[in-house]
C-alpha cells in the first residue's frame, strides 16, 4: 500500500479517502481486491471510523463495493463509468486548452516546458508513477493558467474510473504517444492557436479507447463484463 504523510489540512477521513484513492489508481488495490478498513485503519493510524466514512464515499461513486456483514472489494472497472468520466473530461479540457491561447503568459508556458521535459526523461525507461503525476500535473497547469482551478477539482472528484485506464494504458504503451501530444499541445498554446490546442487535446484525451483493446487483453479479470 502506497501511502504518504497526512497533510495539515486533513482530517481524518480526508486522509483515508485520498490514500484510499491514490492506491485504487495506482492499483496497488486492484479491481476485485477485498478492502479491510481494520488494516487500513492502523496502516494510517487513524481509528476505523474515518476509513469506513472513507468507503462509504468511494462507495457512492462506484469506485468501491460494501457488502453488509462481508466487507469492502474494490470494483472492477466498468467501462460505461469510464466513457462518463471522459465526457466530462473531454468538455471542460477543450475549453480549458482553447481558454489557454488567450491567457498563457511566459511563466505559464515555462511551467508546461518544464514539466514535458521531466515527462520525456521519464519516458525513457517507463516510470508509470512519475508519468502519471506529471500527466495530472501537466493538466492541472492549463486550468491554473485559465484561472479555473475550481473546475479542476471538480473534474479529479470523478476521475477516478478514468483514471485506472489511464494508468493501465501508461503501462502497456509502447510509443511515445503522451509525451509527443502534451508538447504538441504546448506548441498549439505557445503560438495562439486554439483550433490545433483543441485538436490535440481531443485526440489526447481519447487516446484511452485506443488502448481498451490491449488493456483488456492483459488484464481482463481487471473489468466488468457486458
Known amino acids: 500500500m502506497y501511502i504518504t504523510e497526512q497533510l495539515a489540512r486533513e482530517n481524518g477521513r480526508d486522509y483515508a479517502l485520498r490514500i484510499l484513492k491514490d492506491n485504487i ?16 485503519a492502523a496502516k494510517l493510524s487513524l481509528s476505523r471510523t474515518p476509513v469506513r466514512e472513507a468507503l462509504l464515499e468511494l462507495a457512492k461513486a462506484k469506485v468501491v463495493e ?3 456483514q462481508r ?11 469510464v466513457e462518463e468520466a471522459y465526457f466530462v473530461r473531454s468538455v471542460l479540457e477543450t475549453a480549458v486548452v482553447e481558454l489557454a491561447c488567450e491567457r498563457a503568459n511566459e511563466d505559464s508556458l515555462a511551467e508546461l516546458e518544464s514539466n514535458v521535459k521531466l515527462q520525456k526523461f521519464y519516458q525513457q ?3 508509470v ?3 502519471m503525476e506529471l500527466d495530472d500535473e501537466f493538466h492541472r497547469l492549463l486550468f491554473k493558467m485559465t484561472g479555473k482551478l475550481q473546475a479542476y477539482e471538480m473534474m479529479k472528484g470523478m476521475m477516478v474510473h478514468f483514471d485506472r485506464v489511464r494508468n493501465l494504458a501508461l503501462g502497456t504503451m509502447k510509443d511515445k504517444s503522451l509525451v509527443e501530444e502534451h508538447e504538441k499541445i504546448l506548441t498549439a498554446v505557445g503560438e495562439r492557436d486554439p483550433g490545433a490546442a ?4 481531443t485526440i489526447h484525451l481519447s487516446r484511452y479507447q485506443v488502448d481498451e483493446e490491449e488493456v483488456r487483453r492483459r488484464y481482463p479479470g481487471y473489468f466488468k463484463q457486458g
Do not use: N, T
Not at 483543441?198 to 487535446?201: D, E, F, L, S, T
Open 198 to 201: 483543441r485538436k490535440v487535446m
Open 125 to 127: 525507461d517507463l516510470v
Open 25 to 40: 489508481i495506482r492499483l496497488e488495490m486492484e479491481p476485485g481486491s477485498s478492502i479491510s478498513d481494520r488494516e487500513v
Open 129 to 131: 508513477e512519475k508519468l
Open 66 to 68: 460494501i457488502y453488509p
Open 71 to 81: 466487507g469492502s472489494v474494490v470494483s472492477l472497472i466498468d467501462y460505461d463509468l
